[in-house]
């Protein structure tokens, strides 16, 4: 019984992490998108490729 709580726990919390993650992009583009910065594709492979490359440079993932 315990497991399966905390198996779910960490479930969720995964998932809460994965979904905060998108929502913090989306207001990233958003800021700059509106300010008319850069045009909404501009912004979006922008954003991708900071991610991309923060995958490399950051080495705290495991």
Not at 1 to 18: G, N, P, R
Not at 34 to 42: A, D, E
Request: glycine residues 2%; neutral net charge.
């Amino acid at each position: 019984m315990v497991t399966t709580l905390l198996v779910v726990v960490i479930c969720l919390a995964i998932v809460f992490d994965f979904i905060n993650g998108f929502h913090d992009a989306a207001n990233s583009i958003a800021t700059i998108v509106s300010t008319k910065v850069l045009t909404p594709f501009q912004a979006v492979l922008w954003a991708a490729a900071f991610n991309f490359l923060a995958f490399f440079i950051i080495k705290d993932h495991k």
